[in-house]
C-alpha cells in the first residue's frame, strides 16, 4: 500500500470546516423522505485494486436493488491518486464523492482538516461492539467517529511452495534465515530469494518492528524512528540487497514484485490479501496450492507486521448524507464481508462474519486471521500518513548507498520532529 502527502495548513483546516457547513457532494439531492426511504444519488469512490474492482463494483449497485430510488455513481481511483485527488476535490468544494473507501492512516488526516462527516449515532454506524477493536481504533479523531471498518489486514510472506521444495529449505522464520537460504534457493531453482519493495516505506515497518523499535511513540509524543532499531532496520535492507538474497526497484514495486512472484522469478514476497488472487493468476500458481503464507520473518529482536485495511468515509460536504450514510451502513454490512472474503480472500471487521462457515474455511483467513490479530497499530494521528514520506526518501538513500543506515535513521528523525513540533 502507497502513502499520500501530507498538506496540513492553517487556511485549509478552516476552509475544510467552512466546508462542512456549506459544500455539496456528489449525490444530486434525495436523503430520506417522510416515509422513511431514501432516494437519489450516491457517488463512490473505489480505491480497490484491478483483482477487486468488478467486486466491489457490482457489491456497490447492489444497493441500488434494495433502495429503487437511489443510483450508485461508481468511480474507482487509482490508490496511489485517491488521497491527493480527494483533499483537491473537498478542499476546491467541488467534485467530492458522498462515500471514499479510505486507507485506515487516512481518516485522521481527513477528518482534521474537516473534510468528513462525524459517523457517531447515524445509521453509517451500525453494531459498533460487532467491530474487531483494532479496526475501529483507526475509525477515531478527537474523541468522533469519522469512518467505519470494512476490511482489515496486515502484511505475510507469499512463498512458492514448490520452489522452496526444490531448493530444500524451509520457510524462514526471520530476515538471517532467508538471507542464509538465499544461496541455495538461486542454485537450486534459479529464482531469487525475495522481492524486497524497496520503493514503499510501508514495506519498511516489518524491518523496523523486527528490530525492536517503531515510528513514533503518539502516548508520550517522541521520535524513536533515529534509535539503534531504526538503523539496524536500514542496514537489514541493504544487506539483503547486497548479499543477493533479494532485489528490489525503485519504482512501480507493487506491479514488479507481483509479476516477479507469478512468474517464478523469485520465491518469495512480503504482500497482504489484497493481492492473493493477483498472485494466483500468474503461471507459477496454476496449481493455486502452490501459493503458501506465513508470518512475515521477523529480525533480530522481534517479529511484527503493520495493522492495514480500510475505511468508509463520508465527506461532510455531501449533499445526500441520507443516502451516504445508508450506503456505508450497507458496503460495512456483515453479508457484504462476507461476500468479500468469499470471493476476494479479504479479512472482515466483524466479528460475526469470522463465525460464518464460507469465512471459516477460507484458507488465507485461517492465516490472515491470527496475524492480523497480532498486528502492530500504527500511531492513528492527524500526521500519520506523512510519516511515510521521509522512510521513502532515505530508503532510497540506503539502497543505492547515498547514506548509510544510521545516517539515514538521523535524517528520517530530524524530518519526523519537523513535522510534529511538539514531538521530542
Given amino acids: 500500500?502507497?502513502?499520500?502527502i501530507r498538506g496540513v495548513t492553517a487556511t485549509a483546516l478552516a476552509a475544510g470546516l467552512a466546508l462542512t457547513a456549506t459544500a455539496c457532494g456528489g449525490g444530486d439531492g434525495g436523503g430520506s423522505g417522510g416515509d422513511g426511504k431514501i432516494?437519489?444519488?450516491?457517488?463512490?469512490?473505489?480505491?480497490?485494486?484491478?483483482?477487486?474492482?468488478?467486486?466491489?463494483?457490482k457489491l456497490a449497485e447492489g444497493f441500488e436493488k434494495e433502495h429503487p430510488g437511489v443510483h450508485v455513481k461508481y468511480v474507482n481511483v487509482p490508490f496511489g491518486d485517491a488521497n491527493a485527488k480527494f483533499k483537491n476535490a473537498a478542499g476546491g468544494n467541488a467534485g467530492a464523492p458522498d462515500v471514499m473507501r479510505t486507507e485506515v492512516a487516512w481518516t485522521a488526516d481527513f477528518?482534521?482538516?474537516?473534510?468528513?462527516?462525524?459517523?457517531?449515532?447515524?445509521?453509517?454506524?451500525?453494531?459498533?461492539?460487532?467491530?474487531?477493536?483494532?479496526?475501529?481504533?483507526?475509525?477515531?479523531y478527537d474523541g468522533k467517529t469519522y469512518s467505519v471498518p470494512q476490511v482489515i489486514d496486515t502484511l505475510g510472506l507469499f512463498y512458492n511452495?514448490?520452489?522452496?521444495?526444490?531448493?530444500?529449505?524451509?520457510?524462514?522464520?526471520?530476515?538471517?534465515?532467508?538471507?542464509?537460504?538465499?544461496?541455495?534457493?538461486?542454485?537450486?531453482?534459479?529464482?531469487?530469494?525475495?522481492?524486497?519493495?524497496?520503493?514503499?516505506?510501508y514495506w519498511f515497518l516489518p524491518y523496523l518492528y523486527g528490530e525492536g523499535g517503531d515510528m513514533v511513540d503518539a502516548r508520550d509524543k517522541t521520535v524513536e524512528i533515529d534509535d539503534d532499531a531504526g538503523t539496524r532496520a536500514f542496514a537489514v535492507l541493504k544487506r539483503l540487497i547486497d548479499s543477493k538474497a533479494a532485489v528490489t526497484d525503485a519504482t512501480?514495486?507493487?506491479?514488479?514484485?507481483?509479476?516477479?512472484?507469478?512468474?517464478?522469478?523469485?520465491?518469495?514476497?512480503?504482500?497482504?490479501?489484497?493481492d492473493i488472487e493477483g498472485a494466483r493468476a500468474g503461471k507459477a500458481f496454476t496449481d493455486k496450492d502452490?501459493?503458501?503464507?506465513?508470518?512475515?520473518?521477523?529480525?533480530?529482536?522481534a517479529q511484527g507486521s503493520p495493522q492495514g485495511g480500510w475505511n468508509l468515509s463520508v465527506y461532510a460536504g455531501s449533499g445526500n448524507l441520507d443516502t451516504a450514510y445508508a450506503f456505508v451502513k450497507y458496503m460495512s454490512g456483515a453479508d457484504v464481508q462476507r461476500k468479500t472474503t468469499e470471493?476476494?480472500?479479504?479479512?472482515?471487521?466483524?466479528?460475526?462474519?469470522?463465525?460464518?462457515?464460507?469465512?471459516?474455511?477460507?484458507?488465507?483467513?485461517?492465516?490472515?486471521?491470527?496475524?492480523?490479530?497480532?498486528?502492530?497499530?500504527?500511531?492513528?494521528?492527524?500526521e500519520g500518513n506523512s510519516l511515510f514520506e521521509p522512510v521513502k526518501v532515505q530508503m532510497n538513500k540506503v539502497l543505492t548507498g547515498a547514506a548509510t543506515p544510521s545516517q539515514a535513521a538521523a535524517a528520517t528523525g530530524d524530518a519526523y520532529r519537523k513535522l510534529l513540533k511538539d514531538y521530542k
Fill in 252 to 274: 512501480d514495486g507493487q506491479e514488479n514484485q507481483l509479476k516477479a512472484l507469478k512468474d517464478g522469478d523469485v520465491a518469495m514476497a512480503i504482500d497482504g490479501p489484497w
Fill in 343 to 382: 470471493q476476494l480472500s479479504l479479512l472482515p471487521t466483524r466479528k460475526s462474519v469470522y463465525a460464518l462457515p464460507s469465512v471459516k474455511k477460507n484458507e488465507m483467513v485461517k492465516f490472515f486471521q491470527p496475524a492480523v490479530n497480532g498486528a502492530v497499530e500504527r500511531p492513528w494521528i492527524a
Fill in 290 to 301: 502452490n501459493l503458501g503464507v506465513a508470518p512475515v520473518p521477523g529480525g533480530s529482536k
Fill in 39 to 57: 432516494s437519489g444519488t450516491v457517488t463512490f469512490w473505489d480505491t480497490s485494486n484491478d483483482a477487486e474492482k468488478a467486486t466491489y463494483r
Fill in 111 to 140: 477528518a482534521h482538516l474537516g473534510y468528513l462527516a462525524p459517523l457517531d449515532h447515524t445509521p453509517a454506524l451500525d453494531n459498533p461492539a460487532d467491530y474487531l477493536p483494532q479496526a475501529l481504533g483507526s475509525t477515531k
Fill in 161 to 201: 511452495k514448490r520452489l522452496l521444495k526444490k531448493a530444500g529449505v524451509d520457510v524462514p522464520k526471520t530476515f538471517a534465515e532467508l538471507e542464509s537460504a538465499a544461496k541455495k534457493i538461486k542454485a537450486k531453482t534459479g529464482a531469487t530469494a525475495l522481492y524486497l519493495r524497496g520503493d514503499d516505506p
Fill in 1 to 4: 500500500m502507497r502513502r499520500g
